[in-house]
């Protein structure tokens, strides 16, 4: 079958229209016809800015939108983005801004910005869309929180256990507990970062370096977090305020309750130690129990334990008899009796009791003799 100039024209014809009509849109990542330009990132904080303009080659052409996108490059779970960021739209050019506030994590953040428009005619005389993506990225780099409500109480064996108030932030690494002791001029760490718990309120830490020589200790603890690079360093640190305790001196220490030596907190035993800012009420070792000043305002007895098998007196007993001081004239030597608060010797005590059986004894015998001598005798 031969087929001549006119017909091959008209199946070139008809296969150009078919084109036309079912030919689907083009899209493109990078269209020559639409070109974006971004500015530098602008970083405040925990709050980045990202913005630029775009513009279609065709002086018919027009914008039809624009989403910026920024994820977090360590946690790929968390972005911030924005649908409709450019105003104008259906203009040839148009300028475009997004502002993520409050982002969560530190560090690198990666941002994706596509450009939509779309020209009037394409190479098949469609009206197609076309885009361009332009990325860019910022760091974000705060500090953390001081930590809150720091305190530092001695416990019986004389470690010291702080506490504090457990940070909010989502990627903060943990603390790190500093001290300054009798013996040193500055903070410094001790022990290891304590990881930051899961969840609940408060965090504590417990020191047993301090039992072996005791004194007045600060603390602080410094909340780390990742820096702008992501990584652990101390450009993301905070410090707390300190925490005073004083830490009783082991027995016979230089210092301690009991020792003598310069340097013991005054009171004795039981005595209370101020703090310093943010710091706890710490006590020394209990004192002897005192029931003097119980006693004289007039207080109810204490109980008192009875041994099984034994009964008090009766209702006259009483357990806050007034007892007067010791005078001087009341002491007693060692062969001496003290009855009802005098005191006497055992041979002055004897002497009546002498006397008396001797007296006794010639009433008998004055008895006797009267019967013998004044009594007539009887007559047979």
Known sequence: MRVGGRGLAGMAAVAIASLVVLAPATTAMADPALTVSLDPPGVDGANATVSGSAEMAGPLDWITGAEITATSRKHPGTSASCSNCADPVGQKATHFSFTAQGLDYNGPYDVAVVVSGRKIVDAFFNHAPVSTRQDTSFNVEVVPAPPANVTAVANPDRSVTVRWSRNTEPDLVGYQVQRRGPSTSGFQPVGLVVNQPPDGSTVSWTDTTT?????????????????????????????????????????????????????????????????????????????????????????APPAIAVPGGVTLPDGTFSATLPFGPKNASDTAGADSVKILGHSTSRRTLLLPVATGLLMCVLALHLRRFNRRVLTPPLVP
């Open 211 to 299: 039992a072996p020589s005791g004194g007045q200790f600060e603390f602080l603890v410094v909340a780390v977090r990742p820096d702008g690079d992501g990584v652990v360093s101390d450009r993301a640190t905070s410090a707390s305020a300190g925490a005073a305790v004083s830490v009783p001196a082991p027995p016979g220490a230089p210092g301690a309750p009991g020792s003598g030596a310069p340097g013991a907190p005054a009171g004795g035993a039981g005595t209370l130690f101020a703090p310093g800012p943010g710091g706890a009420f710490t006590t020394g070792s209990p004192a002897p129990l005192d029931l003097s000043s119980f006693l004289a305002t007039g207080g």
